[in-house]
Structures are given as C-alpha cells and as structure tokens.
C-alpha cells in the first residue's frame, strides 16, 4: 500500500530514527499496544524542517519540546539523545537520496514523544524524517483559502483554563484535524480558529480575536498611509508560541518592519495589507481569501519569504 503524497519524490519513504542513534523501517513496529499516546493521544511533539540534512531551529524545537513536557507531566529525554537521533536519521535520509532529485532537499523531521505505558518513567522517544509534502511546497506559492472557524474558548479564557493545553504542542490533535477536514468540506485549504465560546460568540467582528489556524500560526502587515509597516501576530493566550512566527518578527525587525503582539480581531484581519499562516515545515502559506472572499496582498509574500528564508524563495512556479 502507498502512503503519502505521490507526486511528492520519495512520498513514500520514512527513516525513523531511535535516541541512541539506531536508524530502522518504518514498517518495524515501536509503540506498545498499551501506549498512552495511542490510547488517549498523551505524549508531546515537534515538527521541524531539515535542508539539505540540516534541521532548521533545533534548539528551540528541543527547548519547546521541554515545555510541552512541564505542562503535560510527560518525562522526556534529554536534548542530547534527540540530537544522536535527529543526525542519524538525517544522515540516513541523505544517504538515500538521488542524485536527480529537486534541490534544496527538504524533509519533515519528527521528535515523538509518547507518554509510554501507564507508570512509565519516561517517554520513549524517536524520530522521523519523511518528504516535505508537495502540497505545502505548493502552497506557499498558491496561497490557502481559509474559514473562520470557532474554537470554543477566548484567549483569555484559555489562560484560565491551563488544562486545554493551548501552549503545549502535544500528540492530541484530533481536532485541529477535524477543522482542516471540516474547511476542506466547505471549499477552503485551511482554517483560522477565531475566539468562541458563550462570552465570544455574541461579540462583533471588531471585537472577537483571531487565535490561530490547526496547524500554523497567524501572522499579518499593516502598512500605514505614512509608509510604516507593521507585522502582528495575536497575544500569546490561547495559541502555541510558534517558532516560526518569533523568527519571523526577529528578521522583519531587523529589516525595519515595526512587530508586534498585539490583539487581532476579525476585522483585523479582513483589513489587513496581507496575512500568512506561518509554520515549521510549510514556512508560510499567504492567505488567499477568507470565508470566500478574496484578498491579495501584492508582493508582499516575496518580501516575507524572503524574511523566513524559505528555499528557492517559495513564491517561485509550483514546484511538485
Ligand atoms: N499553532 C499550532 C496549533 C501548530 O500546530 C503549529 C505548528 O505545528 C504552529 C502554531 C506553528 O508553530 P511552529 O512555527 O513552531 O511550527
């Protein structure tokens, strides 16, 4: 049976790599029947992308991964032993890699940790490195269509509520899964998640706030009539602390873009010079209409791409 994206070179394969640098098929069973992480969905994760066999971002992947672990009481290994996985699998993964295949090489790497059986004293851990999708190739250059869909709570009804896990990027996501399927049935390519709950839902689009989409985090320009431009992106209750999105606004500072945390609203977003959905893997996806209506935000995602270091500049033709 296939599994992935066939368009994608090498769609199929999967290194899967163990923490004491141990490389083995994806096809050889890991997790225990028993695991938490397959029976409740309990254990914490990241997600980077590697060029040309270099992970982009490790430390701070590896210092997020530790602070999933703090909110979820999951014990996980140390950063050393992720690091013996993360260049094993990548040296296996570029070892197999063709000679004619697209250039840069970007894969998907993995750090898993399941909780592990009920009284385990650790997480296992491993790590898997597979194709960047084409789609998010694709998509940084074709853009996404998203809906505004509801999460269920504020941002500041998230921070009281510290057992929604908002901050912690753990294995349960079911239903940011479920809100991509839901904007695919309704003719988009992706979600925003925007404030809900008794106390949002009544509130107007100048005042309910975006939070962030399933898997990407929310980023937007302004530009003011006097020339200034401004990238924002929502407070952080409620949303993950995305990596991409703080590399983001470090380079757009350094460039001479004013950036901010600020509270984004609906109407913030419908007004805005151009918005992005940021992430690890895909990079930036520019949103291309929301709630079916279209928007366009002239040549700003070249300069963007170019802040976030995308490979081949990811506004290039669709590559495959
Ligand atoms: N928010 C959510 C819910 C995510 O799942 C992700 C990434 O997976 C992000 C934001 C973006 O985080 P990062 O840029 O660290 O990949």
Not at 71 to 81: A, I, S
Not at 204 to 219: C, D, I, M, N, Q
Request: hydrophobic letters at 45%; one cysteine or more.
């Amino acid at each position: 049976m296939s599994y992935g994206d066939p368009v994608t070179e090498r769609a199929n394969e999967c290194v899967v790599a163990l923490l004491d640098g141990t490389v083995q098929s994806v096809d050889v069973p890991l997790l225990r029947p028993d695991d938490l992480a397959v029976l409740r969905g309990e254990g914490v994760f990241e997600t980077t992308l590697a060029v040309d066999g270099e992970p982009r971002d490790l430390d701070d992947h590896l210092a997020r991964l530790a602070v999933s672990a703090e909110l979820t009481d999951v014990v996980v290994p140390e950063p050393d032993r992720w690091r013996t996985a993360v260049e094993a699998g990548l040296a296996a993964w570029s070892s197999g890699r063709s000679p004619d295949g697209p250039a840069p090489d970007e894969a998907v790497v993995r750090l898993i940790a399941p909780r592990g059986p009920e009284g385990a004293p650790e997480a296992a851990g491993y790590v898997m490195v597979s194709a960047l999708p084409a789609v998010s190739r694709r998509q940084r250059a074709t853009g996404v269509r998203v809906v505004l869909l509801d999460r269920g709570f504020t941002p500041s009804g998230a921070a009281a509520a510290p057992w929604l896990l908002a901050q912690a990027k753990t294995l349960s996501y079911g239903i940011n899964m479920a809100a991509l399927r839901w904007a695919r049935s309704q003719g988009a390519d992706d979600a925003v998640f925007v404030a809900g709950g008794a106390d949002a839902t009544h509130r107007s689009a100048g005042e309910r706030e975006v939070l962030e989409a399933p898997t990407s985090s929310v980023v937007l320009a302004r530009r003011t009539p006097s020339g200034e431009r401004t990238l924002v992106t929502p407070t952080l209750d409620g949303v993950l602390d995305g990596i991409t999105v703080r590399r983001l606004l470090a380079a757009a500072g350094a460039a001479g873009w004013a950036t901010t945390r600020a509270t984004v609203t609906i109407d913030d977003l419908h007004a805005a010079d151009g918005i992005w959905l940021v992430s690890s893997a895909r990079l930036l996806a520019p949103v291309t209409a929301i709630d079916g209506i279209a928007r366009d935000d002239g040549d700003l995602t070249r300069e963007i791409a170019a802040l976030l270091d995308v490979p081949g500049g990811g506004t290039g033709p669709a590559s495959a």
